[in-house]
């Protein structure tokens, strides 16, 4: 059983950027494909981008390209997302969230979400 | 990018059924993917490949895919069911190749 636990709230100022962790439990991170999604208050769920095991590369939704990074650290297990140039609309729950099957095309857990808030 | 259109909202009485539907172009030739997602929680998946359920998600949750119209049914509807529903496909062919739709909110009424 995967357990992903993310790292609490931030509160930025536009401009900043952002780093959002996600931990692996129960597996290791070499053996998932980590995917970020976001989700804005009383808005839908929002794909930023993840691992392509197809490509063995990171994708990214081209809306986020040139300020978001997602990078791992296999000797901790733990997954990042980085978000820079932030302005008040990325104001978001950011998760990580990961197919239990490398090459998965769906979602079977989640971290428990870390809210952002950029705000002058 | 494929496009995934959701009703925004569907209500429902206890105990009857409930279908939420997710339309797509050629949607039947995708697999379909569902989520529940209650406030302040993560997203639950409820069904995958458009009608397996995972372990531990209940019978009354059923799914089906074909033409241009994926559905989420839910038999026996309980009040433990109202949350936000989520379709989900992933386009290989694309550059965005993960796309959600825009979210169904069930209320029981």
């Known amino acids: 059983q995967v357990q992903l636990v993310q790292s609490g709230a931030e509160v930025k100022k536009p401009g900043a950027s952002v780093k959002v962790s996600c931990k692996v439990s129960g597996y290791t991170l070499t053996e998932l494909s980590m995917h970020w999604v976001r989700q804005a208050p009383g808005k839908g769920l929002e794909w930023m981008g993840g691992f392509d095991p197809e490509d063995g590369e990171t994708i990214y939704a081209q809306k986020f390209q040139g300020r978001v990074t997602m990078t791992e650290d296999t000797s901790t297990d733990t997954a990042y997302m980085e978000l820079s140039s932030l302005r008040s609309e990325d104001t978001a729950v950011y998760y990580c969230?990961?197919?239990?099957?490398?090459?998965?095309?769906?979602?079977?857990?989640w971290g428990q979400g870390t809210l952002v808030t950029v705000s002058s | 990018s494929y496009v995934l259109t959701q009703p925004p909202s569907v209500s429902v009485a206890p105990g009857k059924t409930a279908r939420i539907t997710c339309g797509g172009n050629n949607i039947g030739s995708k697999s379909v993917h569902w989520y529940q997602q209650k406030p302040g929680q993560a997203p639950v998946l409820v069904i995958y490949y458009d009608s397996d359920r995972p372990s531990g998600i209940p019978e009354r949750f059923s799914g089906s895919n074909s033409g241009n119209t994926a559905t989420l049914t839910i038999s026996r509807v309980e009040a433990g069911d109202e949350a936000d529903y989520y379709c989900q496909v992933w386009d290989s062919s694309s550059d965005h190749p993960v796309v959600f739709g825009g979210g169904t909110k069930l209320t029981v009424l």
């Open positions: 969230a990961t197919p239990q099957e490398y090459s998965g095309s769906y979602y079977d857990y």
